[in-house]
């Protein structure tokens, strides 16, 4: 094996020969944990609630195709009924 003057580059420097012109991990501005944290949150909730919306539109549509009419049809036979009664 050879020996070279600079080490591997994913081998950690010493301090004293770390360079000058690089950055500071505290000069950096702080990339926001918001953005790791809140972009799944955000993608999770959104798919939750769209799956909820579409499950409660085919709900909906089901009763009213299915359920209403027969729920009309008890309405208008009572009142027919009640119609019939003398009070």
Request: proline content about 9%.
């Amino acid at each position: 094996m050879t020996e070279t003057s600079s080490p591997h580059p994913d081998i950690a420097l010493p301090a004293e020969q770390i360079p000058a012109s690089a950055p500071d991990v505290m000069d950096r501005p702080r990339r926001g944990i918001w953005r790791r944290v809140l972009r799944p949150l955000v993608l999770v909730l959104t798919a939750q609630y769209t799956i909820v919306l579409l499950i409660s539109l085919s709900v909906v549509g089901t009763v009213r195709a299915l359920a209403l009419p027969q729920i009309l049809s008890s309405f208008e036979t009572i009142t027919a009924a009640l119609k019939r009664t003398a009070f």
